[in-house]
């Protein structure tokens, strides 16, 4: 089958359905399902950028730019470049500054990046996101023996993590697998849809500073300014108010994030995450998890949430809002039980998949929050009943299509399905697994015309745990 990517035409096999052995017996990438399921929203309008969109370099200064890029290149990356100039990805600047992918490329190749980072190497992964969305992915990737005492000394001396002996640090690395999946996903809405913002990204995290600044729209957190500082606050986010209307968000990695993009740069596997994934990923993990996140095992604390892994659909709701300066509402859809077994849907199968298609319309990406069945497992719980929810993953609908008996296809990017393309899963699986899906305000509103917003939900949640202690 033959897709065209942002406009590069790429030949591969859609793989369709199966469930990798990782999703299925793994509930690291956890979505908690609420006991009740609750219609909560960020609400405001879409971020218009009013990006150029070019095919030609226009000025002597972009041809100076891109022949600088251009030598920093092997022959395979070059003809990605070239892609991007045709397709006109390189010179949009959909970014927050204005600055165009170009611009990023060329300051990640004319000036210093972070310590052990290898700047070749950054514009490698930029440009091979760029050219293809999908290779990225979530994985964490070991630690090699020369890396064990430094990551293992810095795990100790993490005071909140309280451990106490290089034993107990150790065992953190036994088994361990990522639960980065909704930042995957809000990166890949980044790779695919805001190009330039991407390139911006990851020009800033793995620059010397370790940090990139984000103006985001206050109606895109809530209709009340003050709620909206108090998002911000509850997540304690570092923020300057710029006006009534816009406020400067600081985003940074946790501190070890910069070891583990260090390991990536020479001991990148498979399909490991890249350095600049490293870097993109746990910045939007430390984001969601209220600036708790580490990056060495993969944990998080804060106090919105009750796991020490993944993030919550609010969490992860908030952190699309910011990223992509977007009003995100945030569609809850499964009914659960004490026994964590679903019993209804907040909505017909129907609504829903109309819902998704209305979004795909706009050329918007949807991530979904899919919960897996005992029954999905190779080796279900025999304790357990066969419908009862075994964990849960995020992905990202990026198109659909209808086959030959009118049953909808939904194609789908995942990040962590071991194979660098999209994967196809019909209505009739996915619909009944769907958890939940961030939608414009709008779509959302047709079918719950009257929704809390989330910061509502979420601050009668926290004084609840709060007053369980």
């Known amino acids: 089958m033959t897709v065209c990517v942002n406009g590069i ?5 859609v793989t369709t359905a199966p469930i990798s052995k990782a999703q299925t017996n793994s509930v690291a990438n956890n979505q908690q399902a609420p006991q009740n399921a609750q219609k909560t929203a960020f609400r405001g309008s879409n971020d218009k950028t009013g990006a150029t969109f070019r095919t030609k370099l226009a000025s002597k200064e972009e041809q100076q730019y891109f022949n600088t890029v251009s030598k920093e290149l092997s022959a395979e990356d070059k003809k990605l470049l070239n892609g991007l100039l045709k397709s006109g990805i390189l010179l949009k600047n959909n970014s927050d500054n204005k600055s165009s992918v170009l611009d990023n490329l060329y300051q990640i190749a004319t000036t210093p990046r972070a310590e052990g980072l290898d700047k070749n190497v950054i514009l490698k992964n930029v440009i091979t996101t760029l050219a293809f969305p999908y290779s990225i992915n979530q994985k964490l990737g070991d630690i090699p023996p020369e890396y064990k005492a430094k990551t293992l000394g810095s795990l100790i001396e993490n005071k909140e ?20 999946c909704p930042t995957a996903c809000v990166e890949f809405n980044l790779a695919s849809k805001h190009q330039a913002e991407f ?3 990851a020009n800033d995290l793995t620059s010397p500073k370790l940090s990139t600044d984000k103006i985001v729209d206050f109606r895109n957190l809530s209709k009340n300014l003050a709620e909206s500082v108090r998002l911000l606050n509850m997540f304690n986010t570092s923020f300057e108010i710029i006006d009534a209307n816009r406020a400067k968000v600081t985003l940074k990695p946790d501190k070890d994030a910069l070891l583990r993009a ?10 490991e995450r890249n350095a600049t994934d490293v870097l993109i990923q746990s910045t939007l993990m430390n ?3 209220q600036q708790t996140y580490n990056s060495l095992i993969d944990e998080r604390r804060g106090d919105i949430a009750t796991e020490n892994t993944g993030l919550i659909e609010f969490e992860k709701t908030f952190i699309e809002s910011i990223a992509e300066n977007k009003s995100t509402t945030s569609m809850l859809y499964q009914q659960v039980d004490d026994n964590m077994v679903v019993t209804g849907y907040e909505c017909d199968f129907a609504t829903t998949k109309q819902q998704i298609l209305d979004t795909l319309k706009r050329d918007e990406n949807v991530i979904i929050g899919i919960t897996y069945f005992e029954k999905d497992k190779e080796q279900p719980d025999p304790t357990r009943p066969l419908d009862a929810i075994a964990g849960g993953h995020e992905i990202t609908i990026i ?14 990017q995942d990040s962590d399905d071991e194979v660098n393309m999209p994967i196809e899963y019909p209505e009739s699986w ?31 949640n926290y004084k609840e745990i709060k007053k369980a202690g």
Request: glycine content about 6%.
């Open 161 to 180: 993590l309280g451990l106490n002996t290089l034993q107990e640090a150790d065992a953190k690395f036994k088994d361990l697998h990522s639960s980065t």
């Open 199 to 201: 390139a911006r990204f």
């Open 399 to 412: 198109g659909a299509r209808t086959d030959k008996k009118g049953e909808t296809i939904f194609i789908c």
């Open 262 to 271: 260090q390991i990536q740069t020479k001991h990148q596997d498979g399909m």
């Open 287 to 289: 984001l969601g998890s």
């Open 9 to 13: 035409s790429a030949n591969y096999n």
């Open 430 to 460: 996915l619909l009944p697994r769907l958890h939940h899906a961030g939608l414009p305000e709008d779509i959302a509103e047709r079918t719950m015309p009257e929704m809390k917003e989330n910061w509502q939900i979420t601050m009668e």
